[in-house]
Antibody, heavy 118, light 108 residues
Framework: EVRLVQSGAEVKRPGESLRISCQAS????????IGWVRQLPGKGLEWMGI????????KYNPSFQGHVTISADESITTAYLQWSGLKASDTAMYYC???????????WGQGTTVTVSS | EIILTQSPATLSVSPGERATVACRAS??????LAWYQQKPGQPPRLLIY???TRATGIPARFSGSGSGTEFSLTISSLQSEDFAVYYC??????????FGQGTKLDIK
């Protein structure tokens, strides 16, 4: 079974750094793109970017480029989403997602809530 | 950038009735379109991919149609568990994705 398990909820202050994780299992980690999706409180889904762990190639939504970094560690089958300077506007739920049998995102993590507040 | 526009924003339907959500793309995405369902406190769930193929385990009352720029998701007979938010998404520039703004389906 393909599974994605995300790290727990985070509460941070503006300007702090943060890295959240998404551990994959049940498939060959280096063979599938794995992406991140943001959902602001009460709002819709926004695709942030995606990484191919096999060679670390990344693609970003231009709206997020430069504000977040997506990375992966093949040795522990884990993808990461990180910020170097959080803003209150980063308060949201973040999901990782990948695909198993199609090109659409049919496997999702449970989500990680990030709260940024002074 | 291809923009997806869903309509309506909110749809009120009675249980047992039929519901249809539309999704229009600003330019052709061929059949590279998916539909997702999201319930409160849960991650999205893939319903339809390739515009019309149901994902594994999705009931037959869910159907998708369309190609190019005009798509629709139809739920033939609404069950209580179907009241949720629905999103279309294109992957014509795979592995990049774009979501529509969502349609809330609520009980009339």
């Amino acid at each position: 079974e393909v599974r994605l398990v995300q790290s727990g909820a985070e509460v941070k202050r503006p300007g702090e750094s943060l890295r959240i994780s998404c551990q994959a299992s049940g498939y060959r980690f280096t063979s599938n793109w794995i992406g991140w999706v943001r959902q602001l409180p009460g709002k819709g889904l926004e695709w942030m970017g995606i990484i191919f762990p096999g060679d670390s190639e990344t693609k970003y939504n231009p709206s997020f480029q430069g504000h977040v970094t997506i990375s992966a560690d093949e040795s522990i089958t884990t993808a990461y989403l990180q910020w170097s300077g959080l803003k209150a506007s980063d308060t949201a739920m973040y999901y990782c997602a990948t695909y198993s049998g199609t090109l659409a995102l049919d496997v999702w993590g449970q989500g990680t809530t990030v709260t940024v507040s002074s | 950038e291809i923009i997806l526009t869903q309509s309506p924003a909110t749809l009120s339907v009675s249980p047992g009735e039929r519901a249809t959500v539309a999704c229009r793309a600003s330019q052709s995405v061929a059949n590279k379109l998916a539909w997702y369902q999201q319930k409160p406190g849960q991650p999205p769930r893939l319903l339809i991919y390739g515009a019309s193929t149901r994902a594994t385990g999705i009931p037959a009352r869910f159907s998708g149609s369309g190609s190019g720029t005009e798509f629709s998701l139809t739920i033939s007979s609404l069950q209580s568990e179907d009241f949720a938010v629905y999103y279309c998404q294109h992957y014509n520039n795979w592995p990049s994705y774009t979501f529509g703004q969502g349609t809330k389906l609520d009980i009339k």
